[in-house]
């Protein structure tokens, strides 16, 4: 049984992880958010230490580090902001634990450079959540793109509107600063995706980048990808809108839909195996997803000819 400590309790994502660490028969011994609306602990382990000040978070996991009763923390779980996942995953390697990060593992490439050599220093690993690289329906569709390599390229379309209210671009996720922007905040696990099951990246262009929606044209070893991300209502098809629903994904392959809505519900629980069994998603396994993101975040936008996305056709 391992001791786990978890960094951003108050977010949404945070459960998934607490899940993941009881699933895998360990333990959340000490949990930091400067937010207190933190009760969502007691389903899980209501006898953790709950800090809402990093000093006292950082001695206490420093009192653990130093004890002679086996009490130290072994793995940091990172659930924070964006912008803060580099320093608090160099804080877990300098304490002595391993670091399981959620997606981005960090906002800028050289980044990842910093932390692989901080993990040379302290011989701990850093870990991401990819849990995209887990599902079955993802894996048979690399498996399939694999045997007919040779072929001529996959013409993909990729679209994912996920509305959100007016707190949104109050928040620190409509900050560029702090979520690296719209396709780093709700993009990054898709263009990792992309990646994982096409290969190397060799184009990226931009045709629409704003503070709620973008979109561009990616080309990959095998694929040739049109993708489009929003969090505006208004870019959810019409149909599906007057149905209630606030949320739209499509992702095609060669006009075949690719379905993978369901088999969501444990991954993070296969997460967690994979990287307590020394199988996790390593830092240079995040460069081209981390590339590609702050790529798009820094060029500059140019009108979309025939490889834009359908849904341009109105902006």
Same mark, same amino acid.
């Given at each position: 049984m391992k001791n786990f400590a978890l960094i951003g309790a108050a977010g949404y994502i945070a459960p998934r992880h607490m899940q993941a660490i009881k699933a895998t028969g360990n333990r959340l011994v000490a949990v930091l958010d400067p937010n207190d609306s933190v009760g969502i602990i007691d389903s899980h382990f209501p006898d953790a230490d709950f800090f809402t000040e990093f000093e006292r978070f950082d001695r206490h996991i420093d009192m653990r580090r130093r004890a002679k009763n086996g009490g130290k923390i072994d793995y940091v779980s990172i659930c924070s902001p964006n912008y803060l996942h580099d320093s608090h995953v160099r804080f877990a390697l300098r304490s002595g634990a391993h670091a399981i990060c959620e997606k981005p593992l960090v906002l800028n490439p050289w980044n990842i450079d910093g932390l692989q050599e901080i993990e040379r220093e302290t011989g701990k690993k850093v870990s991401s959540i990819l849990q995209l690289r887990l599902h079955p329906a993802?894996?048979?569709?690399?498996? %399939?793109? =694999?045997?007919?390599?040779?072929?001529?390229?996959?013409?993909?379309?990729?679209?994912?509107?996920?509305?959100?209210?007016? $707190?949104?671009?109050?928040? $620190? =996720? /409509?900050?560029? %600063?702090?979520?690296?922007?719209?396709?780093?905040?709700?993009?990054?696990?898709?263009? &990792?995706?992309?990646?994982?099951?096409?290969?190397?990246?060799?184009?990226?262009?931009?045709?629409?980048?704003? &503070?709620? %929606?973008?979109? *561009?044209?990616? +080309?990959?070893?095998?694929?040739?990808?049109? $993708?489009?991300?929003?969090? &505006?209502? !208004?870019?959810?098809?019409?149909?599906?809108?007057?149905? *209630?629903?606030?949320?739209?994904?499509?992702?095609?392959? &060669?006009?075949?839909?690719?379905?993978?809505?369901? /088999?969501?519900?444990?991954?993070?629980?296969?997460?967690?195996? +994979?990287?307590?069994?020394?199988? /996790?998603?390593?830092? !240079?396994?995040?460069?081209?997803?981390? !590339?590609?993101?702050?790529?798009?975040?820094?060029? =500059?936008?140019?009108?979309?000819?025939?490889? *834009?996305?359908?849904?341009?056709?109105?902006?």
């Open positions: 993802i894996i048979a569709l690399r498996d %399939k793109v =694999k045997s007919n390599h040779g072929r001529s390229k996959h013409e993909v379309n990729l679209a994912y509107i996920t509305s959100r209210g007016h $707190w949104y671009l109050q928040s $620190w =996720k /409509g900050d560029l %600063k702090k979520s690296g922007g719209i396709a780093t905040n709700i993009g990054v696990h898709f263009f &990792d995706m992309l990646h994982f099951i096409f290969g190397a990246l060799q184009a990226n262009v931009v045709h629409l980048c704003s &503070d709620t %929606k973008a979109a *561009g044209y990616l +080309e990959y070893e095998s694929a040739r990808v049109r $993708w489009f991300l929003s969090v &505006d209502i !208004e870019d959810v098809p019409v149909a599906q809108r007057e149905s *209630g629903q606030r949320t739209f994904r499509s992702i095609t392959v &060669d006009d075949d839909e690719i379905e993978f809505s369901g /088999g969501f519900t444990d991954l993070h629980n296969r997460s967690y195996e +994979e990287i307590l069994a020394g199988r /996790g998603f390593s830092l !240079e396994e995040n460069r081209t997803a981390i !590339e590609t993101v702050a790529a798009i975040r820094t060029s =500059k936008v140019v009108p979309a000819a025939d490889n *834009g996305h359908p849904f341009l056709r109105n902006k």
